[in-house]
């Protein structure tokens, strides 16, 4: 049973143990959508990489024309990672018996050691693929569930929004030792802030008020309406002194694991892209990439960040401690209300798939959610 299933059979008051295999098979991990598996530069020239995403083992590289491609990392012969191979630009070749596949397709090209008495059709043999692209200094991979086709049509990978010609930008990851739901959930949390990110550059526990924000639907997600940023946040007062305009906050989360976040103020803004991935059930990685127009250096933004991501990393790592013992859990209203959408998100998305009718969403109109932070 994923921890959604999980969490939200706790809060009904429990239901009935999922047998082993039934656990085994669904890891709560979301299948047909894009995942940030490497960032670009680890791909230069001729050079692979590994990454996993939902328990898949992946070896990623580019073309000598330029195209990044991602493998399923385990040779189709008889397993060994082709990480261990040898790729020429166009073609990976497997250390053990030296098949040859095209990078892009997954072909198989050579197997060495046919004679011309054979009638192996090469070509009918393909090493696992999937969908790749590049944006933002990150390379995305589409995973299709294990067993299934690729859709006839894939959205284009997500993309960081950026809102002039002239930015600066900068990336942070840092991986979490947790099941994809509590990654997301904590990283949608509003709650934690007065206690986990405490910072004389940042707010106080003390300055702790209550706040009223708007929410609405989006596809696949919820979107906090445009507001005013939280008066008590030091960063926000300064913006709005160099602008003298009012400045907007728009936070979206969108499944499976994007969460975006738009600050303008006049002319100047301040743009993030945040995605919480599941390399195994029991490990995420967050990715921050952010860019902006605000008279703010890298160096600067980067200590920031960094202090916030540490943060949040070492109260997921204190958190896994505790989990391990299987405790039950709650989640309260308002305060984890986006929770449970997400919650609520993901089982809808699931059984719109299962029956092939149109997705449900949880919000049907507008809400205000009250919560002190
Ligand atoms: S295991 Fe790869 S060629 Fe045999
Ligand atoms: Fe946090």
Redesign the pocket.
């Known amino acids: 049973m994923s921890e959604a299933a999980k969490m939200v059979a706790q809060e009904d008051g429990g239901s009935e143990p999922a047998s082993q295999a039934e656990r085994s098979a669904d890891a709560g991990l979301l299948w047909d959508f894009w995942y940030p598996a490497a960032r670009s530069s680890a791909i230069e020239g001729r050079r692979l990489t590994t990454a996993m995403l939902l328990e898949v083992p992946l070896v990623l590289g580019r073309t000598d024309k330029g195209k990044a491609f991602a493998m399923r990392d385990a040779?189709?012969?008889?397993?060994?990672p082709?990480s261990y191979g040898r790729f020429d630009g166009t073609n990976l070749e497997?250390?053990?018996?030296?098949?040859k596949f095209d990078g892009c397709s997954g072909q198989c090209v050579e197997?060495p050691s046919l004679t011309s008495q054979d009638k192996l059709k090469v070509e009918r043999i393909f090493a696992g693929h999937y969908p790749c692209e590049e944006h933002d200094g990150y390379v995305w991979v589409y995973l299709n569930a294990p067993g299934t086709l690729l859709p006839e049509t894939i959205p284009p990978a997500p993309r960081l929004r950026t809102f002039s010609g002239k930015y600066k930008s900068t990336h942070l990851e840092c991986d979490l030792p947790s099941h994809i739901d509590h990654g997301i959930i904590g990283l949608m949390d509003p709650a934690h802030g007065p206690f986990v990110h405490q910072s004389w550059f940042w707010r106080s526990q003390k300055s702790i008020h209550e706040k009223a924000k708007q929410f609405e639907a989006i596809p696949y997600g919820f979107r906090m309406s445009p507001h005013s940023p939280s008066a008590n946040s030091a960063p926000y007062q300064l913006l709005k002194k160099m602008t003298g305009a009012p400045v907007t906050t728009t936070i979206d989360f969108v499944l499976p694991n994007l969460r975006t976040e738009e600050i303008r103020s006049g002319k100047l803004w301040f743009s993030s892209l945040t995605t919480v991935t599941p390399v195994r059930r029991d490990l995420c990685r967050i990715d921050f990439l952010a860019a902006w127009n605000v008279p703010l250096p890298i160096a600067i933004f980067r200590m920031f960040a960094k202090t916030f991501l540490r943060q949040d990393q070492e109260t997921m790592i204190q958190q896994a401690e505790g989990l391990k013992h299987n405790p039950r859990l709650m989640l309260i209203d308002d305060a984890d209300r986006p929770a449970k959408w997400y919650f609520a998100l993901k089982s809808n998305l699931l059984e719109s798939r299962r029956s092939g009718t149109p997705m449900t969403h949880p919000i049907d109109e507008p809400v205000t959610l009250y919560w002190r932070s």
Do not use: E, M, N, Q
Request: glycine residues 14%; aromatic residues 14%.
């Open positions: 040779c189709p012969h008889r397993g060994i082709l497997c250390s053990y018996h030296g098949w197997i």
